[in-house]
C-alpha cells in the first residue's frame, strides 16, 4: 500500500486529499479539503496550507489532476496566478513520487475503476459498462472534458483528447440561431462555447431572440440556477436545450472514437442528474441517421461518484507507479 496526496487543480479551486492505492488497484480517499486558488499566491503556499491542516505529516507522494495540458511544460492557470511547470512537480514540493495527468484524463481513470453503483443509467441498454472495448467519457463543467478509454483483457489505456474544441454542430433552426449569434463573437465556433456551463448563456439568449423577447443580461449560475429549479420558462427551456445538445454530442463522439459506451460525467453532468433522463438527450444520443438502431445498442451512464477528479488521480498513481492493471 501506498500513502499519498490526491490533488485536482482546476480553475477556481484545488481539492486536496489523502489517499491511499494498492497495486491490485484499491484506492482509499479521504474527505477533501477544497481551497480557493485565488486565495493563494501558488502552489506551493496552497500545499503548505493543506499540510497545515492535516493532522499528521503529509506523503511525500502525490497524484496531481491538473484543467490544462500536461506536457512538461510551463501551464499558466487561466483564472489565477498559478505557474506550474509540470515536468518539476516533484521538485517544488519535494516529493518521491509524483504523477502528473490531465484532469479529464483522471476522471476518465475513475470511470474505469468506479464500482457499478457510482454509475446512474440515463438510456441504451441497462448493462453494466463493457469489460472490452472503447468507452467515450463527455464531462461539461467550465469547458466541455473529453476523453476515451480502451479496456482489453490485462487492463485498460486512457486517452484525453482536446474533443471540446471541435466545431459546434448544428442539428436544427435553433441550433442555426445559437451558431449565428455565437459567430458574430467568435470566428470559429467551437462545440465547447454551447457545451459548457457558461455556453447556456448563449443559448438562453438566442431562445431570446427568437420569441423577440428582451432579458436582461444574466450570468451562466443565475441561468442554471433557475432552470434547474424551473422558477424560470426560458431559462428552463435552455436548460432543457443543453441537454439536447449535450446528448448530441455524446452521440458524435461515440461515432468518432468507436465507442462501445457512454459516460456523462463533468460538474454539470452531476447537477443535471435528475434532468437527463427525462430531457431530450436520448433521442438526440440516438439521432444519427442510418446508425440510429446501432446508437441505442450502447449502454450510457452519468457518473456520480462526488470526487472523480481525485479519485481518478489516484487510480492514475497506481496505474503508473504500481502497476495496477
Ligand atoms: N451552482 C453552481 N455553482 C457553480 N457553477 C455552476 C452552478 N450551476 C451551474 N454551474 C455551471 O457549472 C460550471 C462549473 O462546472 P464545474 O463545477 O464542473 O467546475 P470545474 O470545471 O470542475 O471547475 P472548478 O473545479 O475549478 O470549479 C460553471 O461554469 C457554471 O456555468
Redesign the pocket.
Known sequence: MTDLVAL?I????A?FALASVTSDGRIDLQEPVTLK?DDFASLQTAWAEFARRCDKPVPNAAAIAI?GPVTGETVRMT?NSWVLHTGALDEQLRLEKVTVIN?FAAVSHAVARAPEDAFIHLTGPETPLPDRGTISVI?????LGVAHFHRFATGYHVQATEGGHVDFPPIDHIDDLILQRLRQQHRRVSVERVV???G?VAIYEALAALEKRAVPEME??RI??LG?DREDALATAAVDRFCLSLGGVAGDFALGHGASAVVIA???G??LRERLPRSGFAGRFRFKGRYEQFMSSLPVKLIVHPQP?LFGAAAAFAHEHLGAA
Open positions: 485536482d482546476g480553475g477556481t479551486h481539492r486558488t484543467a483564472n484532469d464531462g461539461p463543467g467550465t469547458g459548457s456551463g457558461p447556456i451562466d449560475r442554471w440556477q434547474i463533468g460538474g454539470l452531476y447537477r477528479g
